[in-house]
């Protein structure tokens, strides 16, 4: 379930950027590592 909101969330925020600052592609790749880098926090933490 929280899974499934937090991703709702980063396509939200993934979508802004990309017409946002089309240009920034480095900027959406580290966005995108640090979205995984928390869930994999959310799912140790919860462990």
């Given at each position: 379930?929280?899974r ?23 900027f ?5 590592i640090?979205y995984?880098?928390?869930c ?8």
């Amino acid at each position: 379930m929280m899974r499934g909101h937090y991703d709702g969330n980063y396509r939200k925020i993934a979508f802004k950027y990309h017409f946002k600052y089309n240009s920034y592609e480095a900027f959406d790749n580290l966005l995108y590592i640090f979205y995984i880098y928390t869930c994999l926090l959310i799912k140790v933490y919860k462990m």
